[in-house]
């Protein structure tokens, strides 16, 4: 194991060490290699159209959307209902929870619990999110960015995710999306924003103008034809002695 750790490290090196430039989508990698571009996973922002300039319901619903043959999926979901749900429940009787993806495991579409509505694959996940207030994506394992965190965010809704789910995205916490590691902070967070539909409001406005910034393709293409010119310009001019 030891040989084939010091092979891939003289093998990575040997081929970072060729290239001219590197273009990196993971803040990780960002911060241990020097002299490379960050460019966030884009996406055609405009396709995403906001209900109602980012109106939250009187009684909000919360939501999960994502496939749940992805092990931490399911395995989030679970703690969610297991650590979390019941004592939502309890504080909030009316509160409605609509989990939509495919590939549902049979412990949750045979699920009974009142006000759990188990949709399934839905046919536009778009709509979906339209329809719905507030994201949960409790993940506990994984890596890289959400792309379905971005996609509500890019919809105006307030995500109620954790650290893990939340790695990747240029977040401020608070102030367009909502932090929450533990079942007793997930509990007191969601019963807040739900009795607060401005400050929902405020936070899905401000996570859509995170997404305008920094996801949107074309910005990103922007950022992107930049930094290919600085790299043309600069080896035009190193001189090169024969």
Same mark, same amino acid.
């Given at each position: 194991?030891?040989?084939?750790?010091?092979?891939?490290?003289?093998?990575?090196?040997?081929?970072?060490?060729?290239?001219?430039?590197?273009?990196?989508?993971?803040?990780?990698?960002?911060?241990?290699?020097?002299?490379?571009?960050?460019?966030?996973?884009?996406?055609?922002?405009?396709?995403?159209?906001?209900?109602?300039?980012?109106?939250?319901?009187?009684?909000?619903?919360?939501?999960?959307?994502?496939?749940?043959?992805?092990?931490?999926?399911?395995?989030?979901?679970?703690?969610?209902?297991?650590?979390?749900?019941?004592?939502?429940?309890?504080?909030?009787?009316?509160?409605?929870?609509?989990?939509?993806?495919?590939?549902?495991?049979?412990?949750?579409?045979?699920?009974?619990?009142?006000?759990?509505?188990?949709?399934?694959?839905?046919?536009?996940?778009? %709509?979906? !999110?339209?329809? *719905?207030?507030?994201? #949960?994506?409790? &993940? @506990?394992?994984?890596?890289?960015?959400? $792309?379905?965190?971005?996609?509500?965010?890019?919809?105006?809704?307030?995500?109620?995710?954790?650290?893990?789910?939340?790695?990747?995205?240029?977040?401020?916490?608070?102030?367009?999306?909502?932090?929450?590691?533990?079942?007793?902070?997930?509990?007191?967070?969601?019963?807040?924003?739900?009795?607060?539909?401005?400050?929902?409001?405020?936070?899905?406005?401000?996570?859509?103008?995170?997404? %305008?910034? !920094?996801?949107? *393709?074309?910005?990103? #293409?922007?950022? &992107? @034809?930049?930094?290919?010119?600085?790299? $043309?310009?600069?080896?035009?001019?190193?001189?090169?002695?024969?």
């Amino acid at each position: 194991m030891e040989k084939y750790k010091e092979f891939l490290k003289e093998y990575s090196g040997a081929i970072i060490g060729a290239l001219v430039a590197i273009v990196i989508l993971c803040t990780n990698l960002y911060r241990l290699i020097i002299g490379v571009i960050l460019i966030a996973v884009g996406m055609f922002v405009g396709n995403y159209v906001q209900r109602n300039k980012y109106e939250v319901k009187e009684k909000p619903t919360l939501y999960h959307i994502g496939s749940m043959n992805w092990m931490p999926n399911e395995e989030g979901i679970h703690w969610f209902l297991k650590n979390v749900w019941d004592k939502i429940a309890k504080r909030e009787s009316d509160l409605i929870l609509n989990l939509a993806g495919r590939h549902m495991p049979k412990w949750l579409t045979n699920l009974r619990k009142k006000n759990i509505n188990v949709v399934g694959e839905v046919p536009d996940a778009r %709509e979906f !999110i339209r329809n *719905n207030d507030i994201a #949960i994506v409790p &993940l @506990l394992s994984g890596s890289g960015i959400r $792309i379905k965190i971005i996609e509500s965010m890019a919809m105006g809704r307030t995500v109620i995710t954790t650290m893990v789910g939340a790695e990747g995205i240029q977040y401020s916490e608070y102030e367009n999306i909502i932090i929450a590691d533990s079942p007793a902070k997930m509990v007191e967070v969601i019963c807040k924003i739900i009795k607060e539909p401005q400050e929902a409001e405020r936070i899905g406005k401000n996570a859509r103008k995170l997404v %305008e910034d !920094i996801y949107d *393709n074309r910005k990103i #293409i922007d950022r &992107l @034809l930049i930094f290919y010119d600085e790299i $043309i310009m600069a080896k035009k001019e190193v001189t090169h002695i024969n």
